[in-house]
């Protein structure tokens, strides 16, 4: 029984243009919530956060939007480039519980 | 600062089969954290080390085993290799116990045949 879904397996997006990438989560105890990203033979790097107290938050190109009602998340990259290709994650947590992980989304950055 | 490093990279192992892999946590991080990702699936908690003691431990068999070492270092064991233990194994330290500060190494892939 999946906690945390990403329903988007992979996401093509043109270079310069917005790329979102969502995620659903069951439990409305989670409280924190991370995206990572991977690139192959890397291990996931720490990218942006959120607590549940705001529903936004913003780090250069990248926000994370949190709609804790719909128990959604989103990440928005914009601009998006080449760079930007990788496998991305969704993470959400309570307290001092592990993190629990989406599937991923693949999302490639198309010149 | 030196990262997170794991070794080995890549391992072939046998159903039945033991094996050890290993993983030196980044500098001034005390806690270690085993994660196991099946192909196409997200990381999936296995254990928690902090000074040297299991500190949590998700839903995963005896058969898999820790170890942190005074220096933070850290060993994932697993016994009685099966099909399905075929996954990448990512460590990850932090400075301390929340798991919203953890920096992953590279993994190590490990293939059960």
């Known amino acids: 029984d999946q906690q945390v879904k990403q329903n988007s397996p992979s996401l093509s997006v043109q270079e310069g243009r917005i790329s979102i990438l969502n995620c659903d989560y069951t439990?409305?105890?989670?409280?924190?919530f991370l995206w990572y990203k991977k690139y192959p033979a890397e291990g996931p790097t720490f990218l942006i956060s959120?607590?549940?107290?705001?529903d936004k938050n913003e780090d250069g190109r990248f926000t994370v939007f949190l709609n804790k009602s719909a128990k959604h998340l989103s990440l928005h990259i914009v601009p998006s480039q080449p760079g930007d290709s990788a496998v991305y994650f969704c993470?959400?947590?309570?307290?001092?519980?592990?993190?629990?992980f989406g599937k991923g989304t693949r999302l490639s950055v198309i010149a | 600062e030196t990262g997170v490093t794991q070794s080995p990279t890549h391992l072939i192992k046998t159903r039945g089969q033991q094996v050890t892999l290993r993983c030196s946590s980044q500098?001034?991080?005390?806690?270690v954290s085993w994660y196991q990702q099946a192909l196409g699936q997200g990381p999936q908690f296995i254990f928690q080390?902090?000074?040297?003691?299991?500190?949590g431990r998700g839903n995963f068999p005896p058969r898999f085993s820790g170890l942190q070492f005074p220096n933070y270092s850290s060993e994932l064991n697993v016994n009685a290799l099966e099909l399905d233990d075929s996954a990448l194994y990512l460590c990850?330290?932090?400075?301390?116990?929340?798991?919203?500060?953890?920096?992953f190494g590279p993994g190590t892939r490990l293939t059960v045949l």
């Open positions: 080390y902090y000074r040297e003691e299991e500190n």
């Open positions: 439990n409305s105890m989670f409280d924190y």
């Open positions: 500098s001034g991080h005390n806690t």
């Open positions: 959120i607590s549940s107290i705001k």
């Open positions: 990850a330290s932090s400075p301390t116990t929340h798991h919203n500060e953890q920096f």
């Open positions: 993470a959400v947590h309570s307290g001092n519980t592990p993190l629990v």
